[in-house]
């Protein structure tokens, strides 16, 4: 595997620490036309980031798509799927949110001319934008407005080169395959109670309302998990986001399918470490990406594994 690590920012401009905001791993010839792509569990928290957060430990735990890394390193590990994971939190900023989604009451001296506090549509006006500023039962998740450079250099350092490293990987598999697929793999919360005809899904397909992915993608995926026995839903409530928006192109032979993973699926019954379902849930992930990259290499048009 080839392991490809951004420049690391200065701390002073980004904030990200010594980390590197991201991480892709892929190989020289990649031998499926599929790529994990995980935006919301990084935990390499700077202190500069930490120290300016009222509640730090319960943010956290409620902003990251807790461990759903692991899932997804296993997933690459059984199916030789590349794989690129955010280390920077969604704390420190939101890959899945347009670089306009910012409530610019949270910066010093506010908006730039020209920009207005909430675009209209914006995740920012529930608290949940570019950088996250409110969560529900917690209230402002920050001690003091962050600066205008400060914002700049997190977009600069994680943001940007995160989407252009995400676009490039997709590309170079479009060029060996004919087309590849993202699959945007985040977590969620338990969203009710499981079992039954109308029980809580296990798992929920975001394709924008057919928008970034091939219909017959999506089908095969939601197949996939009902043969499996596991309920999964589409589209609601979850239809992807910024990345499927921006990295989604069926027409171009890039599609993106965003996978939400119910916590209680695969982390322990608190929810906040790693449980004895994870295993399985890897297993079913990669049986799904086995399916989907032997459809996509099987279509017309496409090269075959064997070159």
């Known amino acids: 595997m080839r392991r490809s690590d951004p420049a690391r920012p200065d701390a002073s401009a980004s904030g990200a620490g010594e980390a590197p905001a991201f991480t892709l791993l892929m190989q020289e010839s990649p031998c499926v036309p599929v790529l994990l792509a995980v935006p919301h569990a990084g935990r390499a928290y700077p202190p500069e980031l930490s120290e300016r957060m009222r ?8 902003l990251e798509d807790r461990f759903v ?9 059984e199916t030789g799927a590349t794989l690129l ?11 899945n949110r347009t670089p306009d989604d910012m409530d610019w009451e949270m910066v010093a001296g506010g908006a730039p001319r020209g920009a207005v506090r909430l675009a209209a549509g914006s995740r920012a006006r529930s608290g949940l934008g570019l950088v996250p500023r409110r969560l ?3 209230g402002e998740l920050w001690q003091r407005p962050m600066t205008r450079e400060d914002l700049e250099g997190r977009l600069a350092y994680v943001h940007r080169p995160y989407h252009a490293t995400l676009a490039q990987a997709l590309e170079v598999l479009r060029d060996r395959w004919g087309a590849a697929l993202l699959i945007d793999l985040h977590s969620m919360p338990p969203l009710g109670r499981k079992g039954g005809a109308d029980g809580a899904p296990d798992f929920v397909i975001g394709d924008r309302f057919g928008a970034s992915c091939g219909g017959q993608i999506s089908a095969t995926a939601l197949q996939h998990f009902a043969e499996v026995g596991r309920s999964v839903a589409h589209n609601r409530p979850y239809a992807g986001g910024y990345v499927l928006d921006r990295h989604g192109a069926p027409a171009r032979g890039l599609h993106a399918m965003q996978i939400e993973v119910c916590r209680s ?22 049986a799904l990406v086995r399916r989907l990259a032997g459809e996509l290499a099987a279509a017309p048009g496409m090269a075959q594994a064997a070159e």
Do not use: C, K, N
């Open 136 to 138: 529900p039962g917690m």
């Open 69 to 77: 890394d692991l899932l997804a390193e296993e997933v690459a590990r």
């Open 265 to 286: 699926a695969y982390l322990d019954r608190r929810l906040s470490e790693p449980g004895p379902g994870l295993p399985a849930v890897a297993r079913v992930l990669a």
């Open 85 to 95: 994971i955010a280390h920077a939190p969604r704390a420190m900023i939101d890959l």
């Open 55 to 62: 509640q730090p430990a319960l943010a956290s735990l409620r």
